[in-house]
């Protein structure tokens, strides 16, 4: 393959699933270099999931059928300069974690139940990095993981009331451009307790992710801030072209909902809005239909109330908004699209 042109060569590599580049990697510099400087546009090792949380989160006995990664297992050779030494140095000094989390008592985060989908059987892993690396050695084992794990792509990552830090991850690939600091997240959710650990995940997910296909947010307390509940509305009416479907859990009042329901109604201009929103509020009461719904459909199916109905904007009568809210024994769903759906997923 040597003697093909560049462009051929880059063309070849193209075909290749993520396991024959690797091996092909181990071929000589000439193509290790190759494929480091095109890694971006070729295949990576796809996983259908995985967890991101405290160690305590399973038992012992479950963890007991996960495989334990080895952190030697992902060393590889990489340039460390004076210059980046200096700054892991201070970094160590300084205690920077490689994970936010909202726990003062446990410290210990796993990345788990990583797994990918071989027929019919799944095998499950368990990575552990430090969080609060103490030593040169400790900050090289993060960084080769982290670009191992940004080399690969996952269906769906859940942050379990934890998310990385995005100070860490730019000292740990300081001036290396070849590296694209993006995980590659079709579905990423966050589940927390803590607004602060929403504000981390918002600043990872929109600096350090692919733009995925989809955004879940869980919120497990009842007293999300005004502020982040603001944030959520500009990112909703204004990302549209970024995503298209987000979705919601809620043990609060629907504050988002409410905002979202008058500004498709009274707004002169809807174009940017995310296409497809749902939520969900636990322990939520059937709320009172707004009063610009239309074409109402109420429907009973044992114990789901299906309420359909449409809101048309003020200022553009072809600009039709679609509902549908589903009130069940613990709490309520609402989605709404701007498309006409004609089966809505319950």
């Known amino acids: 393959m040597n003697f093909l042109p560049h462009e ?24 290790k270099n190759l494929i480091k400087k095109y890694e971006e546009g070729l295949a990576r090792k796809k996983f259908n ?18 495989k334990i990664i080895e952190l030697e297992s992902g060393l590889f050779e990489f340039t460390l300069t004076d210059r980046l030494k200096k700054k892991w140095k201070t970094a160590i000094a300084e205690s920077i974690p490689l994970y936010f989390h909202g726990s003062d008592t446990c410290r210990n985060v796993i990345l788990t139940n990583i797994f990918k989908k071989d027929k019919e059987r799944q095998r499950l892993y368990t ?12 900050m090289i084992i993060i960084r080769c993981w982290m670009e191992h794990l940004i080399n690969c792509a996952f269906e769906c990552v859940a942050f379990y009331r934890v998310v990385f830090n995005p100070e860490m991850i730019n000292l740990l690939f300081d001036n290396y451009n070849s590296i694209p600091l993006q995980f590659q997240i079709q579905t990423p959710i966050l589940i927390t307790d803590n607004n602060t650990i929403f504000e981390h995940f918002w ?18 307390q009842s007293n999300v801030s005004e ?46 809005m995310v296409d497809f929103i749902k939520f969900n509020y636990y322990n939520a009461t059937d709320l009172p239909l707004n009063k610009r719904a239309k074409i109402v459909e109420i429907e009973q199916l044992g114990d789901r109330k299906l309420t359909k109905y449409q809101i048309v904007n003020i200022y553009n009568q ?11 024994k613990n709490g309520l769903s609402i989605m709404l699209s701007s498309r006409n759906v004609e089966k809505w997923s319950y």
Not at 203 to 220: G, T, V
């Open 127 to 138: 990575l552990e990095l430090p969080n609060v690396p103490k030593n040169i050695e400790e």
């Open 227 to 272: 502020q982040h509940i603001n944030i959520l509305f500009n990112f909703l009416i204004n990302e549209g072209n970024k995503l298209s479907e987000v979705y919601f859990s809620f043990y609060g009042p629907p504050r988002l909902y409410e905002l979202i329901v008058e500004y498709v109604a009274t707004s002169r201009n809807c174009s940017k």
């Open 318 to 328: 072809k600009k039709i908004f679609y509902f549908c809210s589903v009130k069940e």
């Open 8 to 31: 051929v060569q880059l063309d070849v590599l193209k075909c290749l699933d993520f396991d024959q580049i690797f091996s092909f990697k181990q071929t000589n510099f000439y193509f």
């Open 49 to 66: 999931g995985l967890l991101i949380a405290y160690d305590n989160t399973y038992g012992l006995q479950e963890l007991e059928l996960h």
């Open 203 to 220: 600043k990872f997910a929109f600096n350090h992710s692919i733009i995925p296909e989809s955004l879940s947010f869980c919120f497990n």
